[in-house]
Nanobody, 125 residues
Framework: QVQLVESGGGLVQTGGSLRLSCAAS????????MGWFRQAPGKEREFVVA????????IYADSVKGRFTITRDNAKNTEYLQMNSLKPEDTAVYYC??????????????????WGQGTQVSVSS
């Protein structure tokens, strides 16, 4: 059974930082794109960033470029999201995700077939 488990969310002030982790089990995702999405109350789930499973560069949403950094440790089957210079508009539930199939670029909700349960990130003004 595949599981993705996020950790690291919390409450932080504007300008602060948080580091999210996503540990995968039940399948090795080294060749799968992995990513992060977020969903604020009353809004649709939106793409934040994806990291390639085949060594291509990461893709970031414009709203987080220069502030967020995604990394992965394939030996640990884990991905990370370092979030700096946080803003109130970053407040949302953050979900980690793994692509449906390996060796294929994934950036939309439909491209991802495995999801974590979500972790709350709240940024106070």
């Amino acid at each position: 059974q595949v599981q993705l488990v996020e950790s690291g969310g919390g409450l932080v002030q504007t300008g602060g930082s948080l580091r999210l982790s996503c540990a995968a089990s039940g399948r090795t995702f080294s060749t799968y794109d992995m990513g992060w999405f977020r969903q604020a109350p009353g809004k649709e789930r939106e793409f934040v960033v994806a990291i390639s499973g085949v060594g291509l560069g990461p893709i970031y949403a414009d709203s987080v470029k220069g502030r967020f950094t995604i990394t992965r440790d394939n030996a640990k089957n884990t991905e990370y999201l370092q979030m700096n210079s946080l803003k109130p508009e970053d407040t949302a539930v953050y979900y980690c995700a793994a692509a449906r199939v390996p060796f294929r670029r994934a950036t939309t909700v439909g491209d991802f077939g495995f999801w974590g349960q979500g972790t709350q990130v709240s940024v106070s003004s």
